[in-house]
Nanobody, 124 residues
Framework: QVQLVESGGGLVQAGGSLRLSCAAS????????MGWFRQAPGKEREFVGG????????YYADAVKGRFTISRDNAKNTVYLQMNSLKPEDTAVYYC?????????????????WGQGTQVTVSS
């Protein structure tokens, strides 16, 4: 089936930047709606942002709007999350997720493919 593999996580100082990548492999004949989620210790997994199949539409959680940017390169089957002006509260495990059909949704249950997660740690 479809496999999602993330890369680019790590340790960064507050105010710094990171770019996460999510590469899809397997049966990927058509683009998926893609979302990024994050989960901090002791907290629920939350929606960060999403991007439409074509890349023409994006949607972001208020907490990251203006700082994070989602993009995609369908020729490479890859989705990116550019994170700027990072804050300690951005520290979390970040996950990419794919959705077979429909529009961008903030609901976890709307996505049926998930990556393994990658740790992002922002020091103060």
């Amino acid at each position: 089936q479809v496999q999602l593999v993330e890369s680019g996580g790590g340790l960064v100082q507050a105010g710094g930047s990171l770019r996460l990548s999510c590469a899809a492999s397997g049966r990927t004949f058509s683009p998926y709606v893609m979302g990024w989620f994050r989960q901090a210790p002791g907290k629920e997994r939350e929606f960060v942002g999403g991007i439409s199949k074509s890349g023409g539409s994006t949607y972001y959680a208020d907490a990251v709007k203006g700082r994070f940017t989602i993009s995609r390169d369908n020729a490479k089957n890859t989705v990116y999350l550019q994170m700027n002006s990072l804050k300690p509260e951005d520290t979390a495990v970040y996950y990419c997720a794919g959705r077979d059909s429909g529009w961008i949704t903030v609901e976890l249950k709307g996505y049926n493919y998930w990556g393994q997660g990658t740790q992002v740690t922002v020091s103060s």
